[in-house]
Nanobody, 115 residues
């Protein structure tokens, strides 16, 4: 069982920055595909970004150029650096870990961007 725990959410004004962290347990973290999703009130959960075990990354069009996903395999942690935040980025952000045929979700961290 892999445990996934997010941190770093909070409130910020538009144009500001936040950095989310996600720690995932397990001895093979470097092989996990790690992703971030978000869910705004009244909306479906949407994919935000992914980082693969070769450190390739991919982003949703809505965040590309503003968000950066990275990982530190020595700390079993993935990060989401969020810059130039907009009110429409307000959501609960969830970390997702995929390992072989298994996947695990964190409980989420709230990000609120005020105009």
């Amino acid at each position: 069982q892999v445990q996934v725990v997010e941190s770093g959410g909070g409130s910020v004004q538009a144009g500001g920055s936040l950095r989310l962290s996600c720690a995932a347990s397990g001895p093979t973290f470097s092989t996990y595909v790690m992703e971030w999703f978000r869910q705004a009130p009244g909306k479906e959960r949407e994919w935000v970004a992914a980082i693969f075990n070769g450190d390739n990354t991919d982003y949703a069009a809505s965040v590309k150029g503003r968000f950066t996903i990275s990982r530190d395999n020595t700390k079993n942690t993935v990060f989401l650096q969020m810059n130039s935040l907009k009110p429409e980025d307000t959501a609960v952000y969830y970390c997702y870990a995929q390992y072989q045929d298994y996947y695990y979700w964190g409980q989420g961290t709230q990000v609120t961007v005020s105009s």
